[in-house]
């Protein structure tokens, strides 16, 4: 089965600071990408996807990632960091064609001072 | 509002005792999965559904048990052989199989305490 790497376990940034966060898989086949972020009290929910086409996708947020494939990476990045986006962000892969099971990293928790 | 729904929100349990809990979902997804969420590690997949009366084992299955009698239903067994049962559990879905490319549906979790 696929598996999921996280870099950084906690990051902490100053408003206005560019972020990049670190997300490396291991399967050979196709894949699908995600970054998911969970607000402080709040549910999981989607940041954005990679499934085809461009390897640089754009999500909500001012979010955005790129998809290199022959390092099997998929880091997320903002220009500019805000304090509302202290949260804790996971990177997950799901391997198509491998009944599409999803695996995630372990998250990096950001935190962003005001 | 279509969504997944997980009950309860909080659980207590003995050790010893074999705890079910609950998961519903009202978006019409064939695939369901169960996740837990421990400080440090993330999301670890303990089984998962592609479609009603199937499912398999993810990485963790080991003092779990789950069934998918009905499609909008995947409820998940805690057994006692679970040797660290306390934990965040997180139910999500897709559209599943004919959609690789469908993000999950979370629920809003299931905190259990076993003392």
């Known amino acids: 089965a696929q598996s999921v790497s996280q870099h950084n376990h906690h990051v902490i940034l100053s408003e206005a600071a560019s972020l990049e966060l670190g997300c490396n898989y291991s399967?050979?086949?196709?894949?699908?990408l995600f970054w998911y972020v969970q607000y402080p009290g709040q549910h999981l929910q989607l940041l954005l996807k990679?499934?085809?086409?461009?390897?640089l996708v754009k999500g909500i947020k001012g979010f955005e990632a790129e998809f290199i494939k022959s390092k099997f990476s998929f880091n997320l990045r903002k220009p500019s960091v805000q304090w509302s986006d202290t949260a804790e962000y996971f990177c997950?892969?799901?391997?198509?064609?491998?009944?599409?099971?999803?695996?995630f990293g372990a998250g990096t928790r950001l935190t962003v001072k005001p | 509002d279509g969504g997944i729904t997980q009950s309860p929100k909080y659980l207590f349990r003995k050790e010893g005792q074999n705890v079910t809990l609950s998961c519903e979902q009202n978006?019409?997804?064939?695939?369901m999965y169960w996740y837990r969420q421990d400080p440090g590690q993330g999301l670890r997949l303990i089984y998962y559904?592609?479609?009603?009366?199937?499912?398999q084992k993810g990485d963790i299955a080991e003092g779990y048990s789950v069934s998918r009698e009905k499609k909008e239903s995947f409820p998940l067994t805690v057994t006692s052989a679970q040797k660290n049962p306390t934990a965040f559990y997180l139910c999500?879905?897709?559209?599943?199989?004919?959609?690789?490319?469908?993000?999950?549906?979370f629920g809003n979790g299931t905190r259990l305490t076993v003392t």
């Open positions: 990679y499934f085809s086409g461009d390897p």
């Open positions: 559904s592609q479609i009603v009366n199937d499912f």
């Open positions: 997950a892969v799901n391997a198509i064609y491998n009944n599409n099971d999803m695996r």
């Open positions: 978006l019409n997804h064939d695939a």
């Open positions: 999500a879905s897709s559209s599943g199989r004919a959609d690789y490319n469908s993000p999950l549906h």
């Open positions: 399967y050979g086949g196709t894949v699908n």
